[in-house]
């Protein structure tokens, strides 16, 4: 039951993080680090989307590894992204740089969230965290609510 601890654990801290970046709604207008995480994050969205698995758990933050195997990951986006089916559009819906998340350390964050629109979901709001890792923007949360 080890592995049922760690994911609760993870979703706990994946249900702090997100509460604290609905919290953060502010657009973040012409900020340039926004502008380059956001790039990094529909580019890692795309693997997302075509389900690959392996491809954009490699691209995503240390902290993402560690609370899931490459394996895990793509079991999860079998499971989970993959019955929405294929996406037909994702329009920004929020983009926050912060400093601050509760339940993480101190650093470089970006909020990012989209409404979305999949083949068999007409309706969902996606979420996605990167944080600067390395001098680069990793993924290191994603939400489909």
């Known amino acids: ?54 491809e954009s758990w490699r691209l995503a933050a240390n902290a993402f590894r560690i609370q899931a195997t490459n394996e895990k990951w793509s079991d999860v986006l079998r499971s989970v992204r993959a019955p929405l089916g294929e996406t037909k559009s994702r329009r920004p819906r929020m ?29 969902a709001e996606e979420t996605v965290i990167l944080t600067r890792e390395a001098g680069s923007w990793k993924p290191l949360g994603y939400f489909i609510k």
């Open 1 to 54: 039951m080890i592995g049922t601890r760690i994911w609760q654990r993870a979703l706990l801290i994946a249900l702090v993080v997100f509460a604290t970046a609905a919290a953060a709604l502010a657009n973040s207008g012409g900020d340039p680090r926004v502008a380059e995480a956001k790039d990094r994050a529909l580019a890692w969205l795309a693997l997302t989307d075509a389900g690959k698995g392996v």
């Open 95 to 123: 983009a926050q740089y912060t400093t601050q998340l509760a339940g993480a350390p101190d650093g470089e964050y970006v909020v990012l969230g989209f409404f979305s629109s999949f083949e068999n979901k007409l309706e």
